[in-house]
């Protein structure tokens, strides 16, 4: 599997707190994409940060990327209920058009 | 606006019939995709293409074929359906490694 710890997990917070969710992969990446699936849709890509970039945000959200822990991280600060939704990461698999999704996070913001 | 459509949106099949899943996209990608998604498992790659005439298989091929008929469709076709294969799935197309992808709204289908 490309991935190392599992980040399934349910988070379960009150409108404008802020969240982290992480994730880990086993192989080298050239690019870690964040995205948002609501429910009953399909995923929808909300922020990419690639290889040679340690942060990169967009609005509320902010996503970092350890390449020398293989790790990245995806942070929504003020919170609101139209965030609920599960959070995936995914990774490119090497030397392929192919992109590997974790299992994701769960969130759920009530307001 | 970029667009990736499936049909059927929901789809009831008996065990041992033929399905066959449909997407289109209007993007003008190269590439288009397969998944299915089970709780617990997220997204799993299933069949994938490189363009008009290619299927390549993904990481859980068994049981399924795909077919691309043209840069705009992208088919998903199951000979012989099994509950097994019970589960959501959604299509998607981008260009190619380390770009968005772009998802379908998915096809929920039961095999009974």
């Known amino acids: 599997s490309q991935w190392g710890e599992e980040n399934l997990q349910a988070l379960s917070i009150q409108e404008g707190e802020d969240v982290t969710m992480n994730c880990s992969y086993k192989t080298y990446t050239t690019v870690v994409q964040w995205y948002r699936q609501k429910s009953g849709k399909g995923p929808a890509l909300i922020i990419l940060?690639?290889?040679?970039?340690r942060e990169k945000r967009s609005g509320r959200l902010r996503a970092t990327l350890d390449t020398s822990s293989q790790s990245s991280s995806l942070s929504i600060t003020g919170t609101l209920a139209t965030d609920t939704a599960v959070y995936f990461c995914?990774?490119?698999?090497?030397?392929?058009?192919?992109?590997?999704f974790g299992t994701g996070t769960r969130l759920q913001v009530s307001p | 606006e970029a667009a990736v459509t499936q049909s059927p949106r929901n789809k009831v099949a008996v065990t041992g019939g033929k399905v066959t899943l449909s997407c289109n996209q209007t993007?003008?990608?190269?590439?288009m995709y397969w998944y299915r998604q089970d709780t617990g498992h997220g997204l799993r790659l299933i069949h994938y293409?490189?363009?008009?005439?290619?299927?390549e298989k993904g990481d859980i091929p068994d049981g399924y074929k795909a077919s691309r008929p043209s840069q705009e469709n992208f088919s998903l076709i199951l000979e012989l359906a099994t509950p097994s294969q019970t589960s959501v799935y959604f299509c998607?197309?981008?260009?190619?490694?380390?770009?968005?992808?772009?998802f379908g709204p998915g096809t929920r289908l039961t095999v009974l």
């Open positions: 293409s490189y363009g008009a005439g290619s299927t």
């Open positions: 940060i690639r290889s040679n970039e």
């Open positions: 995914a990774t490119d698999a090497p030397n392929t058009d192919k992109v590997v």
């Open positions: 993007n003008n990608h190269n590439n």
């Open positions: 998607a197309s981008g260009d190619g490694q380390g770009i968005e992808q772009y």
